[in-house]
């Protein structure tokens, strides 16, 4: 897109989960490269959080409408629709040329989202979606540490953990809970950012998958509520994760641990005063064992995602290389199939993911 004038943005899905937060990152963060210039409320024409100073828009029912009659207002679209809706307009909106950037998961599956990066090869238009935690500064100093081989011959293990506020605080009505909509719960909604970013940092293929999810907090909902999985990496280690909507109030707690034959590393994303903390502890090749706590400042960013979503953005409009690709969007998307099916089934599901 070009940097001569702003990028034209069609909004579809005024009331996503994080919609007006996302509005907010591009009024506060790109307000010199891009505008919103249409708009497509999704949810059943819900404008609960719609702003007063974009009331005055023009306002389309569909992908169609939008694309017929408000083509020539647009140069590309955020894609905050629901999951069973999400592929089919990102389709229509690349083969109508507009650039895509689309709210993660994209899917409620795999298959679905797959004509979306057959759409976005044979269009050439620029692709980004909201896995966001791709642009961190610390996952990619992990990515270079496992790169560096600085873990040693192998990276032995990989722990991941996340929890945050439970169903009733999120409201067991709202379509998240709704498998026919969303295809999974906390997986597909939540999880999904950490199962995504294991392939970005250790650059490994998912080799098998042994996952056991469903309702194990106090309340019901149609959809998993959080879960247990092991991942085969394909360089010979193990990655797991678990995690859920498990906590009484509004809170969340995210860590990491990696583990290899020279150094050990705990990543706790959240901690209190930081944008982030690594606890390194190193080998021993001289007297003393290294020891290092790395941390990076406050992220005071304004919008949805902070610094990390302002990079994706970013990437997004110079139409660069950017690090969430369709295929990379497809792959994470074929992973949560594979939970899904060795729960189901109770068996270990062979892949190769990635």
């Known amino acids: 897109m070009s940097n001569d004038s702003k990028t034209r943005l069609a909004f579809l899905g005024i009331d996503n989960p994080h919609g007006s937060a996302w509005r907010d990152l591009f009024r506060e963060n790109f307000a010199d490269r891009l505008e919103i210039t249409a708009l497509m409320p999704g949810f059943d024409g819900a404008t609960t959080s719609l702003e007063e100073s974009l009331n005055h828009l023009p306002r389309f029912d569909s992908v169609d409408d939008l ?23 990102a389709v229509k909106l690349a083969r109508a040329g507009k650039h895509i950037l689309v709210e993660k998961p994209m899917a409620g599956s795999a298959e679905p989202a797959k004509p979306v990066a057959e759409a976005v090869s044979e269009s050439g238009v620029n692709f980004q979606s909201g896995f966001i935690w791709r642009y961190d500064e610390i996952a990619d100093r992990l990515r270079d540490m496992v790169a ?18 439970d169903v009733k605080k999120r409201d067991p009505d709202h379509y998240l809970f709704d ?38 907090g106090q309340h019901d909902c149609e959809v998993e509520d959080g879960g247990a999985v092991i991942m085969d990496l394909s360089g010979g280690g193990i990655a797991t994760f678990v995690g859920g909507y498990w906590l009484p109030r509004w ?34 090749p001289q007297w003393n064992a290294m020891e290092e706590v790395f941390e990076l400042p406050p992220d005071s960013t304004p919008g949805y995602g902070g610094n990390r979503a302002v990079k994706a953005v970013a990437d997004w409009l110079d139409g660069g ?27 270990r599901v062979t892949c190769e993911i990635g």
């Open 251 to 284: 809170a969340g707690e995210s860590h990491w641990s990696f583990r290899g034959g020279d150094r050990w590393v705990h990543w706790d994303p959240g901690r209190a005063g930081t944008g982030g903390a690594l606890d390194i502890h190193g080998p021993q």
């Open 179 to 216: 498998r026919e909509i969303s295809g999974g719960g906390f997986f597909n909604w939540l999880a999904c950012h950490q199962l995504d970013l294991l392939f970005y940092i250790t650059g490994q293929k998912i080799a098998g998958v042994t996952a056991r999810t469903g309702v194990f």
């Open 148 to 165: 560096d081989g600085r873990f040693g011959k192998r990276l032995i293990n990989v722990e991941i953990s996340f929890t945050t506020s």
């Open 321 to 347: 290389e950017n690090r969430n690709t369709p295929q990379s969007t497809v792959d994470t998307l074929a992973l949560l199939d594979a939970i899904a099916e060795s729960s189901e089934t109770g068996h």
């Open 67 to 89: 694309i017929a009659n408000g083509g020539d207002l647009i140069d590309a679209a955020f894609i905050g629709l629901p999951n069973n809706e999400t592929p089919t307009a």
